[in-house]
């Protein structure tokens, strides 16, 4: 049955009925249609609580924005489960108020208003307290006194400090109420991050890891070092260098190809090191103030402990044989998949308790931070099952979820519980395509749910202008992923400018470090570090970065230039991006800037600073820009939102 | 809790959860966005039976039209409810046929394929009748006998008689099926069908309309004819001609005033007949196949017998008096509004019974469809409870909204129950307004429940060109109505080019019929009648025109000319329109076709003709055109599919 407001499209949800998201402290946008019969003048809030806590209600408005759209937003304080409900009633006070000020303004008689107005007064001022109810009292006399104009009568009736009283339902009865839909709150790097990926057996093991190449990493302002799996490798159909079926006695294997007689997925590959070693490795980052990731791959080399003592947890092939891993024509015969739904429920259960059980494995070790490996391959059904086993006990956990597959695959993944979702930026690279994909991301309907992680490059993938491109095109891919997401990720060599393609039609890299091992020279005076030192600090300086949701696209007058802006919760900090996205010529453009939009005047220059040149300039609403290959990006904050004009 | 498969955004559906529409042999477009993980291959129908009569299950197959989308469609045969559902499944013959063929076309090894074809067709005979079983038994036999070479042994069990026989679920344990999603099925008049308005006392009253007006009205085409209230006027605060407040003795008030001591909303004002010649009306157009169609107006002069009857149905001021109605600072003192919810829930329930007796009353008197006035001004509530009141009991009932408000609100009258809504269509003038307004209606989501009745007049709106038109403008928007919509309507003059205005900014007529009764003359040469009657014989004769989502538009070289194509739901009938939407210019075009979009050979002439003008044309995929305002429009047909090349 309908209420007697109708109370309809709310923001935000996921279309499954699982929790949409946010982070502590972040301003969300909630949204409604709202309407009903009738000219009456309604109003609305959104309530919202903990409800891991049985928390108190908070409480905020919501105004209608126009085609019955109503909008506000909220702000959640506490990790954790969180339910909201739109509220919508009748506002019998603005409702009088319109009638009785408009019948004023067309000169007509009001007839019974003034008494109607004194009722609705007299109704309210019992839920008051004194000082208000003795002016709500005066105000109600007013309306009475036949000896007075009507103006005069109405005054006091009209003031909007009496509005303010009388804002709220007057009583539940008159309240129409939605369901609660359920938020779900992480903390802030959910939404908000810098990730380095490294292999640490390029880098001589866990503890040199720690002791070398995190400080780095760290120095260069990262938040997260991410490790692909460092578990045992197999050795049955172990891949050798490019990916080779025939590889050589020293050849490492992917690491990806989990387990060996050594231990499986909670073990911990000997030529990496110990437990102790990778302990060190927690504390170093955590002394740093950065977070360890682990990859969270569920297959099983054919060596894998699981092979053995549990084969019912396998596809089993009518030669009785494991089936290997398999798209045809493609074989990964290094692979064996998991069976997900074996024919008993009960070795179902059991699997699915030991694949929650790495997670609570690395969690008792102090991982917070899964990258988890093709989820879009497993049960929806397990993920749904397993990420709130994990996250009720542990709220602070993140999953980020390496799917890349079909848009609604994506999207289903996020809204049965992945805290981030790789995304397809990677393909993204000319001004209007990358707008597009912005707006779904930030504004769409995903925006209640998915929260993106950008990546210019991965082991797996070097696509788009890195292939051919220069420093310039490094520089381009690395601001927009560090700009347009609060959180993206790079693969190391990227500061390097790594770019030998497997080949022309593969999006691999040449000598994969999946298959071997890599030396590299971090001192490389060519190196990209000190440049992205810059960004990386910035991002942290500059909370307008720290959000999805508040990009907004600024116009101009060339397709090979894209600029943006952002701006802080809170109004303070303001943001411009503006990126050549052409790494071989020079552009000029001219912004088209709206400024009451980015909270500065309309009519008074402004100065900004840019954070890779160090320069200032003062702009107007229509600055004009000319960005080189060398430095192809502005990265720009307003220092003082007026500045004398010259 | 997910499933194994996601299915999700199902159409036809409300977003309120009340049932979608359809017409009893309407093809209704069907659709869902159903996926899993990994990449076995899906399979997916959809189901539906009436539920009034507990009936027999139909299905027909989804298919996979890119992005995670499936489509297909349902047609049903019976009036009354109905359920849908949507069922997927994991095709385990498709997936491995894919695998097998993909693996032989790679020259790959087959590996136990051969044996796990053997055991899916093995596990599937069982269900399938001897004959198929035989074959299934051949095809495996081959499958397992190692001395034929791998392509003689898959022959017979890839034949794609084989995958007919294995199509549909294995077993319901395996399928995913969605909740129920309700549909209501109306008759065809629902949706299809040629209106007429005329005001009885005009015409001399009930009896004088069925003898003199309805055979005129019937043989221009028209299929009901719509009565404004019949009801005795009030005379209390009675408007005089062009609605002032000072009447003469002889103004007869306007009808929609329902209500003095004669009687209310189940009476019949003595000055229109009687009860006997309101039945001979009734008897008079079902003779000539038509309909009568009554006013549903719910309010009451202040004479109406429910005023002194129950004054606890009415909104009472603080002075004790019976509020009038008004929208500030209008005023409508003739009329007082319904209080839909007294504050006692008896009165609330007395209140709704008598207001759905009325439609009862008038259904026992032979009435079927009812123009209700005004219902985004009564609870939603209200009409989620009375429709199917009435709908239940008499399936054939009609309700046409006439709610020319917000969006959202027209939208949610629809999706509570009503049968057909008034648009926006007399506002859309220019062609990409109008294409952009009818994809709205005939695709977006609306689609599924709210169907339009385009009216190029009533009696309260003379807008747009027809405001300074001439004949041209006339015949432009009732092309545009008749064709563009199955179901559209005119007010009486209109075929008269009655065209003044009340004023240069008041929507309605100058001397408005709503006051004043009129002296037409039908029979004037200067009649759009005969024209008209083309119009109607032509959309009679035309099942393509019947329906309301196969519009597709043609693109051309002119924004003041607009071209659309309907094919019927069988492909029989394909009809083209073309419009010159300037009544005062000739313009030329050339239309771009998509041939086969339209059941067309794409390299062959074919041959239209014009209703109209009774020319026939031939041509090919970029016909030019030209439309003089002296006859702005083509209703072609498709005469031939192919001709011979000149």
């Not at 609705?120 to 104009?149: I, N, P, V």
């Not at 000319?430 to 210019?456: C, H």
Request: proline fraction near 8%; hydrophobic fraction near 35%.
């Amino acid at each position: 049955m309908i209420g007697r407001i109708v109370i309809d499209e709310v923001r935000p949800r996921t279309p499954t009925g699982h929790p949409a998201k946010a982070v502590v402290g972040e301003t969300v946008p909630v949204s409604a249609d709202i309407f009903r019969d009738g000219h009456d003048i309604l109003a609305a809030r959104v309530r919202w609580r903990s409800t891991d806590k049985d928390g108190e209600w908070a409480e905020a408005p919501l105004h209608h924005v126009g085609n019955d759209r109503w909008e506000g937003t909220l702000e959640a304080t506490a990790l954790g489960h969180h339910e909201l409900v739109i509220e919508a009633w009748t506002d019998a006070y603005a409702t009088w108020r319109h009638k009785v000020t408009t019948k004023l303004g067309a000169g007509q008689d009001l007839g019974s208003e003034l008494a109607e107005g004194a009722a609705l007064l007299a109704a309210r001022a019992r839920k008051l307290d004194k000082e208000d109810r003795e002016q709500l009292a005066a105000a109600r006399g007013a309306l009475l006194d036949e000896s007075m104009s009507n103006w005069d009568r109405l005054r006091d009736a009209l003031d909007v400090s009496i509005g303010q009283q009388l804002a709220g339902p007057a009583s539940t009865k008159e309240t129409t109420r939605t369901k609660p839909y359920p938020l779900w709150v992480d903390r802030e790097r959910a939404l908000y991050g810098a990730w380095y990926e490294l292999f640490p057996r390029s880098e001589g093991g866990l503890r040199a890891t720690a002791h070398n190449r995190l400080p780095a990493v760290a120095d260069m302002g990262f938040d997260v070092l991410y490790l692909p799996p460092i578990h045992p490798i197999g050795t049955t159909k172990r891949k050798g260098r490019n990916n080779t079926l025939t590889p050589e006695p020293d050849d490492p294997g992917s690491p990806w190809a989990i387990g060996s007689p050594e231990g499986g997925h909670t073990s911990i590959h000997p030529e990496l090191g110990t437990e102790e070693d990778f302990a060190e490795l927690v504390r170093a980052a955590q002394s740093r103030e950065m977070e360890i990731a682990l990859d969270y791959a569920l297959q099983c080399s054919p060596d894998h402990p699981w092979v053995s003592e549990h084969p019912e947890w396998f596809h089993h092939r009518a030669d009785g044989s494991i089936a290997y891993a398999e798209n045809p024509p493609k074989r990964y015969e290094d692979i064996y998949p998991i069976n997900f739904w074996p024919s008993k429920d009960s070795d179902r259960v059991a699997l699915w308790e030991a694949c929650r059980d790495i997670f609570l494995h690395w969690i008792d070790r102090g991982v917070r931070i899964f990258r988890v490996d093709n989820p879009h391959t497993k049960p929806l059904a397990f993920w749904e099952w397993v990420i709130p086993q994990v996250r009720d006990r542990y709220p602070d956990t993140i999953f980020l979820a390496e799917a890349f597959t079909r848009p609604k695959v994506m999207a289903a993944l996020a809204a049965v519980g992945f805290t981030q979702s790789y995304t397809y930026f990677t393909w993204r690279t000319s001004k209007w395509e990358l707008e597009q994909y912005l707006i779904e991301l930030t504004q769409g309907p995903v925006a209640d749910y998915m929260r993106p992680n950008f990546w210019p490059n991965t082991p797996d993938i070097l696509s788009g202008p890195l292939r051919g491109g220069g420093e310039a095109a490094f520089k381009i891919r690395l601001m927009l992923a560090a700009t347009l997401a609060p959180a993206y990720g790079m693969y190391s060599g990227y500061e390097l400018l790594e770019n030998q393609p497997a080949s022309e039609t593969n999006e691999e890299y040449h000598q994969s470090e999946k298959y071997e091992i890599k030396k590299r020279d971090w001192d490389s005076p060519d190196s990209l570090a000190p440049w992205i030192t810059t960004l990386n600090r910035f991002r942290r300086d500059h909370p307008a970065l720290h959000r999805l949701r508040n990009i907004r696209f600024i116009a101009c007058n060339n397709d090979a230039v894209m600029a943006f802006a952002k701006v802080s919760d809170d109004g303070a900090d303001t943001v411009i991006g503006v990126v050549n996205l052409d790494p071989h010529t020079s552009h000029e453009a001219t912004l088209y800037l709206d400024l009451p939009a980015l909270g500065l005047a309309p009519d008074r220059p402004f100065e900004v600073e840019d954070a890779f040149s160090g320069r200032s300039f003062t702009w107007g609403p229509n600055p004009y820009v000319r960005l080189d290959p060398s430095e192809p990006a502005h990265l720009l904050h307003v220092v003082s939102p007026s500045v004398d004009a010259p």
